[in-house]
């Protein structure tokens, strides 16, 4: 892929900072309003906002990374960026479509690149009635929480609540939930990606929910509706080397 003009961005951490006024030295930029490439500096939750930031611009994003775990991120390098680009590989994600209503009857909605996740704000757990596709699967879930992610999204809090990583080809999303207390061996399920999952908050009074998709919360939400939103397609790219998809076959592995 060629691209005729870059733009860069950072977080305010100092070693983006200092990346950004590196690269911006070194290479020809313009706005991001101008760009037909955005190439971000910083870590994973800068890139997830990068990538929400700037999804109706509708062109293509290269993360390279200046914070600390860089999942979604290429390997900081300053030489050599436009022969990077040209030969890197695109992913296309999928968000999630997260629409709720909360106790007072006001609808919301936000996407997420990651996960939706459904969190107890109490010393109470929360008490989740789940269906999939319209058909009723859990009566009652008592736990924590609970969390649908993408693929993208699986290695993320997903794995750290023990769910399972997904292949960004598999066309599945993650049903996960977050320290069930019962039914207690209940590991969650993966459910095909053009699934619509609903959750029912039950005493959402007593027991008050938060949704967060990615970054956005809603509190008091007593009914959560989460499927994919396909007319939506960020672009990701990344080292032939180093691609997402190869990340995520390899997280499996790690001991």
């Known amino acids: 892929m060629r691209f005729k003009s870059i733009a860069f961005v950072a977080a305010r951490q100092k070693q983006a900072q200092d990346a950004l ?33 700037y999804l109706h611009r509708n062109v293509p994003i290269f993360g390279i990374n200046r914070g600390s775990i860089g999942f979604m991120m290429n390997t900081y390098k300053e030489t050599g960026l436009l022969k990077r680009l040209e030969k890197s590989e695109a992913i296309s994600v999928h968000p999630l479509s997260m629409e709720c209503v909360d106790t007072q009857g006001r609808k919301h909605k936000a996407l997420a690149i990651n996960e939706v996740s459904l969190l107890r704000q109490t010393r109470l757990a929360a008490k989740l009635r789940i269906h999939v596709d319209d058909q009723l699967r859990m009566e009652e879930l008592i736990c924590d ?71 956005t919360e809603i509190r008091r939400v007593k009914k959560v509706i989460i499927k994919e939103d396909r007319s939506i397609q960020p672009v990701l790219l990344f080292d032939p080397e180093h691609n997402l998809e190869d990340r995520i076959v390899r997280e499996q592995f790690l001991t």
Do not use: C
């Open 21 to 53: 006024v590196r690269f911006k030295t070194r290479y020809n930029h313009v706005t991001p309003a101008k760009a037909d490439v955005i190439v971000v500096f910083g870590g994973d939750g800068y890139m997830l906002r990068s990538i929400h930031k």
């Open 145 to 215: 929480g609970a969390l649908v992610s993408t693929p993208a999204g699986s290695t993320a809090y997903n794995l750290s609540a023990h769910g399972p990583i997904v292949p960004l080809g598999a066309d599945l999303l993650a049903l996960t939930p977050i320290s069930a207390f019962r039914p207690r061996q209940w590991r969650g399920a993966l459910l095909p990606g053009e699934a619509t999952v609903t959750f029912d908050i039950l005493d959402p009074r007593e027991r008050p929910v938060s949704a967060v998709a990615d970054d």
